[in-house]
């Protein structure tokens, strides 16, 4: 909470923080690049999920569609971590990028060939995939190179809601472009949104990785080729990063609820597709209420303390969801689940950018990426196994409140983490763009 709110001891409620956007022309123009190439991925995720069924017509020919993107994202984005650290980020992303449009251009040339290959398009899928895990991380330091301290949680938050919108829109403007023009007209799509986020790169300005230790003028350039030692171990050594980072394990591998979904409509709620569908909704439109209205916490300099709290929020409202009779409640817990985890990772993310030297941050992304990837699928297969030896009821609420416990444990045993604040702005001005 910022200090003039506790004076008064009010919360004041305010909407989207548009400060980046208004004051950072290289963050505006890489908040339009990736908004794009988020739709695009979106698009291209059903026109996947289409020819791959249509090719197959097996439940296990759409499973390896996880099994194409899933690996790529984890050993590519741990590779890239390490590459962060090593060369000049800009161009890292430049370069993983066009890797991207040059893959999605090959998904549109299968589509147009008439391709019956599955292992091809899944190749594609592959690449296209490995392209942007290995940017990744580099690109997540980009908010904290770009903008003042006191700004990057609000930069975070304008992600976060290009993101659900796109996890909202891209579907259905998926269907749409498919059932009038075809496959290859999404691949098309895609391509065309990829291209887009290749010419706003290029409007960023040169982001070598600093050196860690400081001196009189500031953080000092790193010449070498070798990153600096220890990027793995900082986490470790640092309390608020391996605390934020473990409420996020505890919140997603304890109460992920989704692979839930399908037994708790069945059980209760008739199996109706639309209810189904109701809960995925719900998660979302809690998540994009939150990042509208997410000024309110951007401004907060508590940083640490709001990623507890929100995560605590998150798995009670999962455990009460376990409990609620009717629809329009289940729904209402699901909402403030989506709400909740939103204002969690918009504030971790800020919190990790700003506690981790500049020297370290492609690494230490790179691993709170893999925990962002791996966290809520293996959530998702630890609930799935207790329900199926008890209940999704049990599943639920025994899962939520086992992360709210854990949460609750990391805030006892973690000071640092909930005495954390947000940095004062800084006062040296923002690197221009360049060409």
């Not at 292992?119 to 592959?126: C, F, G, P, R, S």
Request: hydrophobic content about 50%; glycine content about 12%.
């Amino acid at each position: 909470m910022s200090r003039a709110a506790a004076r008064s001891g009010r919360i004041r409620v305010r909407f989207l923080d548009t400060r980046p956007l208004r004051g950072s022309a290289p963050f505006r123009a890489l908040w339009i690049g990736t908004s794009a190439a988020q739709l695009g991925g979106q698009i291209a995720t059903v026109a996947v999920l289409a020819q791959v069924w249509e090719l197959t017509g097996s439940p296990v020919g759409t499973g390896a569609i996880g099994l194409a993107t899933g690996l790529p994202m984890v050993l590519f984005g741990l590779l890239g971590g390490t590459l962060a650290d090593t060369v000049d980020r800009r161009a890292l992303v430049r370069a993983t990028t066009v890797g991207q449009l040059v893959a999605s251009a090959g998904l549109c040339a299968q589509a147009l060939a008439g391709n019956t290959s599955t292992v091809l398009l899944l190749t594609l899928v592959a690449a296209v995939t490995s392209c942007g895990a290995l940017g990744a991380p580099a690109r997540r330091t980009f908010p904290a190179r770009l903008l003042p301290g006191d700004q990057v949680a609000a930069g975070l938050a304008l992600n976060n809601v290009s993101f659900q919108a796109s996890m909202l829109a891209g579907p259905a403007l998926a269907g749409l472009i498919i059932a009038r023009w075809d496959l290859p007209a999404a691949y098309a799509a895609q391509a065309a949104a990829t291209a887009v986020s290749v010419l706003t790169v290029l409007r960023l300005p040169a982001m070598r990785p600093e050196g860690a230790d400081a001196t009189d003028h500031g953080p000092r350039p790193r010449r070498g080729v070798r990153p600096k030692r220890g990027g793995w171990s900082v986490v470790l050594r640092r309390p608020r990063l391996w605390g934020s980072m473990a409420t996020d394990l505890s919140a997603t591998l304890l109460a992920m609820p989704i692979a839930l979904f399908p037994l708790v409509n069945e059980t209760r709620f008739g199996g109706n597709p639309e209810t189904l569908g109701l809960f995925l909704s719900a998660v979302a439109v809690g998540g994009i209420t939150a990042g509208l209205l997410s000024g309110t916490v951007t401004r907060w300099s508590r940083a640490g303390l709001v990623q507890l709290s929100a995560a605590g929020v998150w798995g009670i409202a999962l455990a009460c969801f376990g409990l609620a009779g009717p629809l329009w409640l289940a729904l209402t817990c699901l909402a403030v689940a989506g709400a909740a985890d939103t204002v969690s990772v918009i504030t971790r993310g800020a919190l990790v950018q700003l506690e981790t030297p500049d020297a370290y941050r492609g690494r230490v992304s790179s691993m709170e990426h893999v925990i962002g990837v791996a966290g809520p699928e293996l959530g998702n297969f630890r609930g799935g196994l207790l329900a199926s030896a008890t209940s999704a009821t049990s599943s639920l609420v025994f899962g939520g409140l086992s992360a709210a416990l854990a949460v609750a444990a990391v805030t006892a045993a973690n000071a640092p983490l909930r005495a954390y604040r947000i940095p004062a702005p800084r006062t040296e001005p923002v690197p221009a763009a360049s060409g």
